[in-house]
């Protein structure tokens, strides 16, 4: 059964530092996200990507974030200058987005540990 | 904010059937009600979607009804398994999942 990919499944850095978590979507699917999760909290909506441009953003995904789609299989989340607070479970989810199949598949997740 | 109201937690023993209520009074036209199973530090995992009626797959059942103004969610006699968070989601093609707090299940032998 295909299903989403993400690398790392753990990132430590440091406060400041650039990370770039990556995940491999479904291959048909035409639509991607990414959402995180601190710990004990709700999963939150940060982004949708569509046709190579990003159709929807929460007010968490401000500056310090990007997605990129650099070829035809990876998508991925850049975190400019991270902060105490970006140490959550990153998830990654794609979905056909055509009729009725357009559930959203999520990947196990990147644990995000800034120190 | 969440769409879709939830009971907070339940409460089961093995092998009994466990039924999941969740309420969204405003559904709108193009709203697919989902959903979804986590356990612990991974990922959502999508059970069953539907529109209205019935919809039935190996692992649940989802009962809708003619408003689409609830729906229930039913897992046939559960296992310890089952013990983890199960979230009642609307959406509509490529947009964003609400997750509100979703129901705490813990089932015990």
């Known amino acids: 059964e295909p299903e989403v990919t993400q690398t790392p499944s753990h990132q430590v850095t440091q406060m400041g530092q650039e990370v770039i978590l990556r995940c491999v979507p479904i291959s048909n699917h035409l639509y991607f996200y990414w959402y995180r999760q601190i710990l004990g909290q709700k999963v939150e909506f940060l982004v949708s990507f569509y046709n190579n441009e990003i159709s929807e953003k929460s007010e968490i995904f401000d500056d310090q974030f990007s997605v990129e789609r650099p070829d035809g299989s990876n998508f991925t989340l850049k975190i400019r200058s991270t902060k105490l607070e970006d140490s959550a479970m990153y998830f990654c989810a794609s979905s056909e987005g055509q009729g009725t199949g357009h559930e959203q598949y999520f990947g196990p997740g990147t644990r995000l540990t800034v120190t | 904010l969440a769409k879709t109201t939830q009971p907070i937690s339940m409460d089961s023993y093995e092998g009994q059937e466990v039924n999941i209520t969740c309420s969204h009074n405003n559904i709108a036209t193009n709203d697919y009600i989902t959903w979804y199973q986590q356990f612990p530090s991974q990922g959502p995992r999508f059970i069953i979607q539907?529109?209205?009626t019935k919809v039935t797959n190996e692992v649940a059942s989802l009962f809708i009804p003619a408003d689409r103004k609830s729906s229930t969610l039913s897992l046939p006699r559960v296992s310890l398994s089952d013990t983890a968070v199960y979230y009642c989601l609307l959406n509509q093609a490529g947009t964003a999942l609400i997750f509100g707090k979703g129901t705490t299940l813990s089932v015990s032998s």
């Open positions: 539907g529109y209205k």
